[in-house]
Structures are given as C-alpha cells and as structure tokens.
C-alpha cells in the first residue's frame, strides 16, 4: 500500500497543471461558448494528449500507452483548476472504443477521427419500447435488399437523437435466430430518409431523451460493426464502457462539498444548518458514503494497473455509485426545506433547482444503463455464484 | 500509487485463517461461550505463535514492528472466526499506549512481555471516548486511582490493565493491585471478555511521556479502526454462509438462491460491504501514513460499518429462515459480534458526532 504518485507522475501533473495556466483564455466557458471555441478546445486538448489520449495516432488521438494513473491525473488536475475537459458524448465514450476493438480499418478511419474532434454527434439506438432491460429481445428489423438493409422499427431513451449526425444501432437481422443469435449493429445517418425524431419529455421538464422511428431507412451492408448477427456481442462491448460512465465517485465528493457549503451558508430562523443536529448526522452518514466509494475506486485503478479482474468491488460501483449520488440530491432538497421545493425560475431558487431537477433526472440513471433489479442479478450471480432465475419457455 | 494488499500481507492474512480454522473451529467457540472461561488460553497460544501479540510491538521489544493496516488485517480474520481471544486490549491498545506515552523504563518493563504474549494486558478506556454512564469516572491523586470504568476489554485476568482517567491522564495497574476490583460484564457477545474496573486507592503508575492528548487520539482511532475491522470480517463470513445457504436449500422445487427475492437480498449485502474493505484498508492506512486523515477515516469506518453490519447482520439471518435463528446453526455467535462492536467506543450517532467535531462543523 502506498499511495504516493512517484515522481515521474508528480512531474506530469505539473505539466497538467502548467498546460492549464497558459491556455485559460481559451477555456471555452460554460455557458454561451460557441461550437467554434468548444471544437478548438478540443483540438487542443488532443494535441497535448489531455483527450482522446490512448487512441491511435493515425486514428487521429494522441497514441499515449494507456495508463490509468495519468489519465485520473488528468482528470484531477482538470477539476481542481475548474477547467473544461474534453468533449464525452456516447460517441466518444461508446462508439469509439467499439469500433477499434470490432470495427473494419476503414470503419476507424473513417469514423474515429472526425468523432473525437466534436465533428459527428452520435446516438445510441439499443432501447425499444419492449425491450428494455431484456434488450436482446428488440423488434426492429432490418431486412436486405440488395446492398443495403431496410430497417423499419422504434429505438426510445435516445438522447442527444435531435443533435446527432449519426446513430449506432441494434438491429434484428435474423429473425428465425435464437434472440441473442439474430442482432447486428448498424451504423447510419440519421439524416437518412425515413427517420422522425420525437422528443421525450420527462419528469425533470426537459426533454432529455427522445423517441425515434424507422420507416424503410435504407442502411448500406458495409455500415455493419462486426459479422451479421454478431451485434449482441459487439453491444456488450459498448456497454462495458457505458457501466463505467455510470458511477464516477468524484461527482458525488463534488455534491457532498456543495451541500457541505450549503449548510455552512444557509440559516432558518438565524440558525445555520450545520447546526442542526439531525441534518448534521444524516450529512455524516453521506459522508462515509462517499469515502468509502472514493477509495472502492482506488482499488479499482489498482487492479487495473495490475491487470486484474476487480471482482465484486467493480460490480458494485454502478449500483451504489448512482445510488449514492441520488441520495445526496434527496439530502440536498431536505436540507433546503421548503425551499427545496423551489423549481425552475422561482424567487429564492437555490443552485437553479439543481437538486431537485438531479433528484429526478438520477432516478433515470438508477433505471437505465441496467436497472438497480438488474445490477442485483449481475452482482449475486456474478459476483457471489449465485443460480440464474429458471428460464420460462417465452424468454 | 497502489492501493492493494501486499503478497506479505495477504500470506499472513491467511495464515492467521489457517490457525484459526484449526485452533478456533465453531465447537471452541461454542465450548467458550457456554463455559464462561475469562480468557481462551489455547487460542491466544496460537496467536502467540504467529506473532499476534507483538505484533505492532518494535522489533529492538521483541515485537513485529507492523502497522495498523497489518492489525486491521488481522482484526478482520479475528472477527471472521469469531475468536474468543484477547486482541484489542492485550495487542492493540495497551502496546500502542506504552510506545507511545511510556517512559523507557516503562517500555523496556512491558513492551517484551506483552510481545512474547507471556503477560496479557487489558485497557480501560471507553469513557475518554463513548462518554460516563452510570456514574463512571476515574481520578487520580497521588499516584492512586479512585472510581470505576465499565467496557474494559480484556481485563479478566490480565497482568497490567492501561487505564484512562477522568482528567485525560493515562494509567498502568496492575492485575493484581490492591484496591482494584474486576467484574465481569455480561455482554449478548460472549467471544469477547468485558469488564467492570472498581478502583479504591488503587496504586497506579503514569503514562506521562510525550503528548499524552494526541496518544489518546491515536488509541482511540485505532479502536475504532480494529472494531470496524472485527465487523467486516463477521459481517462477511455472514454473507458467505448465507450464499452457502441459499445454494443448498431447496423449495418449491428450486434453490432459494435462485429466487430474485432471496439472491437480492444478497447481491444487497455484497454491495453495502464491499466498499467498507477500501474503507477500512485506508483508515488503517492513515493510522500511520496520513495522520491528517487518520481521524476522520477511522470515525467513518467505525460508524458506517456499524451501520453497514447490523444490516447484513440481520439479512444474512433472514436468508437462512427459521435456521438462522437457531443456537445449533451459531449463526448468532456472528450477529452477536457486531452487536457488541457496534455499541462499544461509542455508537454511529456519537461517532458521527465525533467526526463532525473533528472537521468544525459542530461544538464538542
């Protein structure tokens, strides 16, 4: 055990933190900053290998040798000096890291570069209305028709589906095969004829996600990632990366100081928060929380860097991980009492009705991305060996 | 940066749980409980041979020279086996407070024979740090104590017994002084010896080197760290014999396991737990590498693994239906353990208290 950087990684977090000085003019601020500056940024960031950092040179990232401490180095340098990081999205968190593991050679060159820049946006196309936590039995089909595949169906929970210029999608290709056996995974544009994009509003007020359908879009053959019938296995390869999206320990040390802040600040009748002592213990109780997720996440990295499977403490993260960052907007709102009710552009609105509006929006994120139901299933039969539920003759 | 155990750590980890399986199976255990016996002789030789009892002991004493993680390590397979063994007193408190406020004399008198484990020591200390109940309270004047302290841990039949007193002094006396009265508590734990001290005079030799205040913070968020250690490794055998359990037990023509309503129910407890390890690893840790941190991990880990192992505590129970309330199963023997950790050197409420004294956010 010793969790000193070493000096060879003290130097390179220098080297974030000087980079950071002297290009905070062209931070492009968080509100209001145009495509242009957000794209700029992005060029540079990849540059100086602070994003798209282990993807191939010719690839167009910056061909670092993975190495998860430079990269939590980064990450940490990034937050501290409260700059902006590199552009994330499903395209670049999801798409990208599939295609190099499954895609063709001109796949990655065609689609990799102009993805990391911030040129194409991607959605993703896995939920249907009846398929969601069963996903591998999806509806959508795609049927051939000479050298293209006409695809007709509905995908739903799609966000950014109104932005995208392209969407990675599940298809059924072989309908007489058992379900896992029949999915290919496509990708189109979604400019493409056929294609009508509904928006979703939620609970939040926002629509965050939208609906979209296919009626005889025609898709070329080549845009299939991996072999006909293969999308199920190429899906999981995705979502791999979207499960570690999921559970980032540092947005809930980020909440926790917030609402430390928070309860430093505010008074009722004259009296701070803080001083309340029920508050005080249910901040505590979030505290240790927290902690104890901060350093599940160490070991993480350190079984990483060993190259070992994390087990259980791995399975865990995104069940407790978004969890625990629901139950810190849920505390916020309580500590905030009537005001915690507050919404939208409210006299005496704290923090924009941030806590009420992620008290909401995170109970999505305990659905999607496999429910908390599914997360349970994953960890005892994974996790501790347990037996599967008996299949019935229809699943 | 590495946040894992080492190949040393682990090896002794499992040679401890060698030892105990063979020294310490559930009959001894039982044999214990039922019998009263103030102190398991047989299982402390056996801890004795692997070094347990010197074990943060400096090597020029004749001890191990290990730290807090390697103690928290040890701590964990203890409460996993239930051991009824001295440790917390005898191993932990009372060598950390004689390296750490003793003169040399005082260390060269003790430090060698509590590390050999031939003299057993025991610590009275809980009111610095759960507060007085029951008008308990100890005084000194004049190198004699006066008064009483409850939870003392393995005092039985211990040769010294470090004593805190009311003013934030610290004490040595001996097992056989005049004037010192031990009686037995009777705890729902019974793998563990805790006692009642009465003091009437009782002549006592102080601890008076070095800064005595932060000595008693250094005991005390070791015992917090030790206890929260104890409850993980209950707290995870309990887990496993119930997944055990649940993969043997038939009905309705299934393995309960097999029943998202059972195998939730352990899925649960797996992802409460598993983060307290990392917990524990660096509160124990920074014991000794991030004083600044010490504090404040060690009221964490105590607090949320008190939380954290009566739940799994109980789930682990009901998953065993009406068998996990049985004496013959001795599940119980688990659930009792951290029934008492939980309680002793204060519960989550004063030690969340605790913490947030520590970090400004609220009046001592």
Request: glycine letters at 10%; a negative charge.
């Amino acid at each position: 055990m010793d969790l000193a950087y070493g000096p060879e990684y003290q130097a390179f977090a220098a080297e974030v933190e000087a980079f950071l000085e002297t290009h905070r003019d062209r931070w492009p601020s968080t509100v209001g900053a145009t495509r242009e500056q957000v794209l700029a940024w992005q060029k540079t960031l990849i540059r100086h290998g602070y994003a798209a950092r282990t993807i191939p040179r010719q690839y167009g990232g910056f061909g670092a040798e993975p190495d998860i401490l430079k990269s939590r180095i980064i990450a940490e340098g990034f937050t501290r000096a409260g700059a902006p990081g590199g552009l994330a999205g499903q395209g670049i968190s999801m798409l990208v890291p599939t295609l190099l593991e499954v895609g063709t050679e001109e796949q990655k060159q065609r689609w990799i570069a102009p993805t990391l820049a911030g040129e194409i946006i991607w959605c993703q196309g896995y939920s249907e209305p009846g398929a969601g936590s069963d996903l591998a039995s999806l509806r959508t089909q795609a049927i051939e028709d000479g050298d293209d595949f006409l695809v007709n169906g509905q995908k739903i929970w799609t966000s950014t589906a109104k932005q995208a210029d392209m969407i990675f999608c599940l298809v059924r290709t072989e309908p007489q095969a058992p379900k896992h056996a029949g999915i290919s995974y496509l990708i189109f544009s979604m400019k493409t004829p056929g294609i009508e994009v509904r928006p979703l509003k939620t609970m939040t007020g926002a629509a965050e996600f939208n609906e979209v359908f296919f009626t005889d879009v025609r898709v070329p053959k080549i845009q299939i990632v991996g072999a006909r019938g293969e999308g199920w296995r190429v899906a999981n390869t995705t979502l791999k990366h979207e499960r570690g999206m999921l559970g980032d320990p540092n947005a809930a040390e980020t909440r926790l100081a917030a609402i430390m802040a928070m309860m430093n600040e505010e008074t009722v009748s004259g009296e701070r928060l803080i001083d309340n002592p029920v508050l005080r213990d249910r901040l505590m109780r979030l505290q240790a929380r927290v902690m104890a997720m901060k350093f599940n996440g160490l070991r993480l990295i350190t079984s990483q860097l060993a190259g070992e499977q994390p087990g259980l403490a791995g399975l865990i993260v995104k069940l407790q991980g978004c969890e625990l960052n629901h139950q810190l907007a849920a505390f916020a709102i309580d500590v905030l009492g009537e005001l915690g009710a507050l919404y939208e552009d409210s006299p005496h609105l704290r923090n924009h009705g941030a806590w009420q509006q992620r008290y909401m929006f995170d109970l999505g994120l305990i659905i999607g991305g496999g429910t908390a139901q599914i997360q349970k299933n994953i960890i005892s039969e994974r996790g501790l060996g347990m037996p599967r539920e008996p299949k019935t003759v229809d699943a | 940066m590495d946040f894992a155990l080492s190949q040393d750590q682990k090896l002794m980890q499992a040679s401890l749980a060698g030892t105990l399986d063979r020294a310490c199976p559930l009959e001894r255990v039982r044999a214990f409980a039922e019998t009263r016996e103030p102190v398991a002789r047989d299982v402390w030789g056996a801890l004795t041979e692997l070094g347990v009892p010197g074990l943060l002991i400096a090597e020029e004493h004749g001890g191990l020279g290990l730290g807090l993680l390697d103690a928290a390590l040890i701590a964990e397979t203890l409460g996993a086996h239930v051991a009824p063994t001295p440790f917390l007193g005898s191993a932990i408190l009372a060598p950390l407070a004689i390296a750490g406020a003793g003169s040399p004399a005082q260390q060269q008198a003790w430090l060698p024979r509590l590390a050999s484990g031939d003299s057993l020591a025991g610590a009275a200390i809980a009111e610095t740090i759960s507060g007085a109940r029951d008008g308990a309270g100890v005084g000194a004047r004049g190198g004699r104590l006066n008064g009483k302290a409850l939870f003392a841990l393995d005092a039985a039949e211990a040769d010294i017994v470090l004593v805190a007193d009311s003013a934030g002094g610290l004490w040595l006396v001996a097992g056989d002084a005049p004037g010192l009265t031990r009686v037995l508590l009777t705890t729902i734990d019974v793998t563990r010896s805790v006692s009642e001290l009465r003091f009437e005079a009782t002549p006592a030799e102080a601890l008076s080197s070095g800064d005595i205040a932060a000595t008693l913070r250094r005991l005390r968020d070791a015992a917090w760290t030790m206890t929260a250690a104890d409850m993980l490794g209950a707290a995870g055998v309990m887990i496993d014999k119930a997944v055990a359990y649940a993969k043997e037990r038939r009905q309705f023509g299934r393995l309960i396991g097999s029943f998202q309503a059972v195998k939730h129910l352990c899925a649960e407890m797996a992802a409460e737990l598993e983060p307290c390890r990392a917990l524990i690893w660096y509160a124990a840790y920074a014991q000794d590498a991030v004083p600044a941190e010490a504090s404040l991990t060690a009221a964490h880990a105590k607090a949320h693994l008190s939380e954290v192992s009566r739940f799994v505590a109980r789930t682990a129970t009901e998953v065993h239906g009406g068998m996990g309330i049985t004496d013959l199963l001795g599940l119980h023997y688990w659930f009792k353990r951290v029934g008492l950790d939980r309680q002793l050197f204060g519960g989550p409420e004063r030690v969340r208290h605790l913490a947030a004294v520590m970090q400004g956010l609220a009046a001592a």
